[in-house]
């Protein structure tokens, strides 16, 4: 992901490594792998049957987990992972092959949806595909039937980039330019710069944040999803968000609390200094920004869990907790500490091993007792560089790792190989969360099943 994110049962006395080695044991004795072992595919899209074709599957493995080897180990996949039925089903034959647990799937890259959605354009880049093909859809039925976790990864504020503009007059970008941050020179770019990604929509606008809520809890409502994932949760610097509009918001907070005598005085200096406001106040506006983005998370977090109390929140998040907060607005630290998630994945992608574990252990003692991830920035090491770092983590109390991504390690030859022959050697549940309800059926809407995969298939 690079810095775009591109989302361990912690037993309170017994060590990290203790009841992993503990778990390995135990593992080596009751359980043997579903899939045969074999060598990653140095083909992008393997000619592969999608779930659809699939010849009638063996009967499912069904012996136990050791609950000793309880820990995330997921997989972001990129949107361009979902292109066809054949790309989704090679993702899942991945994951199970190689004793991933989780995928975090992006469904909404860029204001696009992939999936079903009656807010947001069908993606561009699902042109050549049938209308029937729903990425999302197919994917949680063939992880399900695996025993795999899929989390719905969505981009919240970075909405488009790119030098040309999207081809639905329907998208945001096109039908409400007037939604889009700006900087204080008034400029808004969807084409990538040091100080912007894209362009991103405004947390403080109640339009936004209504359009981003009923996003969200459309795919939760619909998909059997076991999470919800937020991503570029944040504004993409301090140099952003200038808005007009953000700004007049400001002004009519802020006039609340002050005297008519100031309001006059400061109002009066708007002609010359259109952020006259945010100049004298300073301190109140970074505050009052950054409440803007907790504001969308806690409504969105809210309504989910109100649909599915069950579902997991979490966000991939600045591993730098002190920047993600002054400088994003990214404030995860009280997401976690307010309830608003349930998990962080660290974009931790610093290849030093000693950065990761230092980022990963404060991550830790800010989140209590929810779970940390620690996101692995696998597209730019050598495999052992990242079983290395896995090990250490396991040692740092956090509930397991997130590499990215699926779509930049998959074809490199023995790449997962080396992973699921030696820190991912025997099969692990996904972590639990003891503060959640138990999910029951009745609470997820019906979606079309998928056999498990047979131990050939792939």
């Known amino acids: 992901m690079t810095n775009t994110c591109f989302p361990m049962a912690k037993d309170a006395h017994l060590p990290r490594l203790a009841r992993f080695c503990t778990g390995l044991l135990l593992a080596s004795l009751l359980v043997t792998p579903a899939i045969a072992q074999s060598p990653a595919s140095n083909t992008a899209e393997p000619s592969l ?14 012996r136990p987990v050791s609950p000793a080897l309880e820990e ?14 054949q790309a989704v089903h090679q993702v899942v034959v991945t994951a199970v092959k190689y004793h991933l647990n989780a995928l975090f799937v992006q469904v909404r890259g860029r204001g696009d949806a992939w999936y079903r959605s009656s807010f947001e354009p069908r993606a561009e880049g699902l042109r050549g595909q049938p209308e029937s093909f729903d990425p999302l859809e197919q994917i949680v039925a063939e992880a399900h039937a695996n025993g795999i976790e899929v989390h719905a990864w969505l981009n919240t504020f970075l909405t488009w980039s790119g030098s040309r503009p999207p081809s639905s007059p329907e998208h945001l970008w096109n039908a409400h330019r007037d939604w889009f ?9 969807p084409i990538g710069t040091n100080a912007s990604e894209g362009a991103f929509l405004q947390p403080s606008n109640p339009a936004v944040q209504q359009h981003l809520l009923n996003v969200y809890t459309e795919v939760a409502r619909n998909y059997d999803v076991d999470g919800i994932h937020f991503d570029y949760c944040r504004y993409c610097g301090s140099e952003f968000d200038f808005s007009p509009g953000t700004v ?9 609390k002050l005297t008519p005598e100031q309001v006059a005085l400061f109002d009066a200096r708007l002609p010359g200094d259109h952020f006259a406001y945010i100049h004298a106040f300073h301190k109140q506006w ?17 309504a ?5 109390p069950w579902m997991q929140v979490s966000a991939a998040v600045f591993a730098d907790a002190h920047d993600a907060f002054t400088e994003r607005g990214q404030d995860w630290a009280g997401w ?26 404060h991550a830790v003692a800010i989140a209590g007792d929810k779970h940390v991830y620690t996101g692995i920035g696998a597209w730019r090491m050598q495999a052992h560089d990242v079983a290395d770092k896995i090990s250490q983590i396991r040692q740092t109390g956090a509930a397991g790792v997130n590499l990215f991504s699926y779509n930049s390690v ?26 959640l309800p138990d999910r029951k059926k009745s609470d997820a809407k019906p979606s079309r099943s998928a056999p498990p995969l047979r131990k050939n298939d792939g």
């Open 181 to 189: 941050t700006q900087d204080n020179h008034g400029r808004c770019s």
């Open 336 to 361: 976690l500490q307010s309830g608003y998630l349930d998990a962080v994945a660290l974009m931790s992608y610093a290849t030093d091993t000693n950065r990761v574990l230092e980022q990963t252990r």
């Open 286 to 302: 970074e505050t009052w920004r950054r409440d803007q983005v907790t504001t969308v998370v806690s409504r969105i977090s809210a």
């Open 304 to 308: 989910v869990k109100a649909e599915k």
């Open 49 to 62: 049957a999608p779930s659809r074709t699939i010849p009638a599957p063996n009967p499912p493995d069904t």
């Open 410 to 435: 998959h074809t490199r030859d023995h790449y997962l190989e080396t992973l699921s022959r030696g820190v991912f050697s025997s099969r692990a549940a996904p972590p639990r969360m003891k503060w």
């Open 72 to 85: 995330m180990r997921g997989m972001w996949v990129v949107r361009d992972g979902l292109e066809s039925p």
């Open 248 to 256: 007049a918001r400001f002004r009519a907070y802020l006039i609340e």
